[in-house]
């Protein structure tokens, strides 16, 4: 089935470890997004990328990367810079950007810095 | 893309219709509502969307008022998995976008 795998479901990170969070799907869809929701809040856009080896960045990129080598993949990278990492990471994938019909999200990572 | 307003939260008893409201009194011309929902810990799932017309689906309906200034979502028999945040979201067609969530309204479908 088609669809978006993110993983790990948990992650567990000692404070000022670099840590990646991996996407990948097999919808054929050119646009990607990483999302960042923090509890009882909406979701905030960190990255998104519309086209292989392009991406932009999103209301709060600062602290985290990304590459798009590959269309099915879009890595997330939370790296020590980020003030208040701990968080649930949501990728996303559309067939393009220019609608919001079609979102598909993976189940998403919670990520605790311990 | 414009700004939507929805009440924090509502509840709904089983096999009701749950309805939930969305103001979007900024709403310009070619811009579409579209209605998520993100049940606890999971992805947010799309459900309907509409530009003037009233649209229905095997999920929802959607009724935008004359003016699009606001819309309502409606469960037409709520169930206890239809418990979740559900997000209202304005946004324009044909340019680059990407979805922008606010805090959505936690629905309760109470037995």
């Not at chain 2, 559900?86 to 629905?107: D, E, H, K, M, P």
Request: charged fraction near 15%.
């Amino acid at each position: 089935d088609g669809g978006i795998t993110q993983s790990p479901k948990y992650l567990f990170r000692k404070e000022g470890q670099n840590v990646t969070l991996s996407c990948e799907q097999n919808l054929n869809h050119d646009a990607m997004y990483w999302y960042r929701q923090d509890p009882g809040q909406g979701l905030r856009l960190i990255y998104y990328s519309q086209i292989v080896n392009d991406f932009q960045k999103g209301d709060i990129a600062e602290g985290y990367s990304v590459s798009r080598e590959k269309k099915e993949s879009f890595p997330l990278t939370v790296t020590s810079a980020q003030k208040n990492p701990t968080a649930f990471y949501l990728c996303a994938s559309s067939l393009d950007h220019s609608s919001g019909y079609g979102y598909t999200f993976g189940s998403g990572t919670r990520l605790t810095v311990v | 893309d414009a700004k939507t307003t929805q009440p924090t939260s509502m509840d709904c008893a089983e096999g009701r219709a749950a309805n939930l409201p969305c103001n979007h009194s900024t709403i310009s011309g070619n811009e579409y509502v579209y209605w998520y929902r993100q049940i606890h810990s999971q992805g947010p799932q799309y459900i309907i969307h509409g530009l003037k017309n009233n649209e229905t689906n095997e999920m929802a309906s959607l009724i935008i008022t004359e003016d699009r200034k606001s819309s309502t979502l409606i469960l037409p028999h709520a169930t206890l998995r239809d418990t979740a945040v559900y997000y209202c979201i304005a946004v324009s067609s044909g340019s680059a976008r990407q979805l922008t969530f606010g805090s959505g309204t936690q629905l309760t479908v109470l037995p």
